[in-house]
């Protein structure tokens, strides 16, 4: 089947910088829009930014300005920039990709496992 499995997460003093990794494997035709969601405690998962096949983005308010989405299509990998990191950026982050398992099969959705993000001092 398909894995997405994240990476970069861990523990960051607020103002400063990660670059979360997403990389997507097994049985993969093809793979159309990718994002990363977040959930922190007590709280609903979100979507925080978002990326199109073709390089479009869009992001959540909170994030704009700080947050960069991008992704290596022959790598099957996304990637999260996050910088200028504020306390309330601190959740679990997933990525999320639609992923087409062969010529005839419709796009299919797969989460990875999650990561954590902590911005405290």
């Known amino acids: 089947q398909v894995q997405l499995v994240e990476s970069g997460g861990g523990l960051v003093q607020p103002g400063g910088s990660l670059r979360l990794s997403c990389a997507a494997s097994?049985?993969?035709?093809?793979?159309?829009?990718m994002g990363w969601y977040r959930q922190a405690p007590g709280k609903q998962r979100e979507l925080v930014a978002a990326?199109?096949?073709?390089?479009?983005?869009n992001y959540v308010d909170s994030v704009k300005g700080r947050f960069a989405i991008s992704r290596d299509n022959a790598r099957n990998t996304v990637f999260l920039q996050m910088s200028s990191l504020k306390a309330e950026d601190t959740a679990v982050y997933y990525c999320?990709?639609?992923?087409?398992?062969?010529?005839?099969?419709?796009?299919?959705?797969?989460w990875g496992q999650g990561t954590q993000v902590t911005v405290s001092t």
């Open positions: 999320n990709g639609k992923v087409k398992l062969n010529k005839w099969s419709p796009y299919s959705t797969f």
């Open positions: 097994g049985s993969i035709f093809g793979i159309g829009d």
């Open positions: 990326i199109t096949s073709g390089g479009s983005t």
